[in-house]
């Protein structure tokens, strides 16, 4: 059964810092793994998306990189800003027809 | 094109009452998922339907829930006798077969 941990669970950051945000998953047997923000309140919003094939994706200020031979993700975050205070979800999809499985999530601040 | 859309926003009920939740995935989308979302806590597969058919349904917490999507477009996920534990945030998720899961904003429910 597929697990999935974020650590850690809470992270506050002066804003301009470069921050590293950490998963791990149990099944290296993955078939993709999604990063997803979600602001309080609110739903879920995907940010990055790495197909098992693909080493890294980027999005702007985001790098994603996947490591499946030693169940690794990390979400690099340059230059932070205070908008990107929220909380940061990771979610292994292990085959097409199967559910997302989420870690519990890092919380973000970001102080101005 | 439009999002994922459920309803209502925010539901209350008294310990007791059934609650019927709404998910409007985006058109043509095949997959569709729902998830709960404790406080704290990384969304939890409930259940999932390609089409109209419900291919999952393991992670539905009693007999209590049930969920249904006749025409393959629309669902409506439903908890009987609600209970206190049952307060959550309910996630709707849609997909095209194998693919990158979209986000509703989800219901918030409580329990009283």
């Known amino acids: 059964k597929q697990e999935v941990t974020q650590i850690p669970a809470a992270l506050s950051v002066p804003e301009g810092e470069n921050l590293v945000l950490n998963c791990s998953f149990t099944?290296?047997?993955?078939?993709?793994l999604q990063w997803f923000r979600q602001d309080p309140g609110k739903g879920l919003t995907s940010l990055l998306l790495?197909?098992?094939?693909?080493r890294e994706q980027t999005s702007g200020r985001l790098n994603a990189s996947l490591d499946k031979s030693s169940g690794r993700s990390t979400l690099y975050i340059a230059a932070s800003q205070p908008g990107d205070s929220a909380t940061y979800l990771c979610?292994?999809?292990?085959?097409?027809?199967?559910?997302?499985?989420f870690g519990k999530g890092t919380r973000l601040s970001v102080i101005a | 094109g439009a999002g994922v859309s459920q309803s209502p926003r925010y539901k209350v009920a008294k310990r007791g009452q059934d609650v019927a939740l709404r998910c409007d995935p985006i058109?043509?989308?095949?997959?569709l998922f729902w998830y709960q979302q404790a406080l704290g806590q990384g969304p939890e597969f409930l259940t999932y339907?390609?089409?109209?058919?419900?291919?999952?349904k393991s992670g539905l917490p009693s007999d209590r829930f049930f969920a249904e999507r006749p025409e393959g477009s629309v669902s409506t996920l439903k908890i009987q006798r609600t209970q206190q534990e049952d307060s959550a945030v309910y996630l709707c998720?849609?997909?095209?077969?194998?693919?990158?899961?979209?986000f509703g904003p989800g219901t918030r429910l409580t329990v009283l």
């Open positions: 998720a849609s997909s095209l077969v194998v693919d990158e899961q979209f």
């Open positions: 099944d290296s047997a993955i078939y993709n």
């Open positions: 790495i197909q098992s094939s693909q």
């Open positions: 979610a292994a999809l292990n085959s097409g027809n199967t559910p997302l499985v």
């Open positions: 058109s043509g989308h095949v997959s």
């Open positions: 339907f390609q089409n109209e058919a419900q291919l999952d």
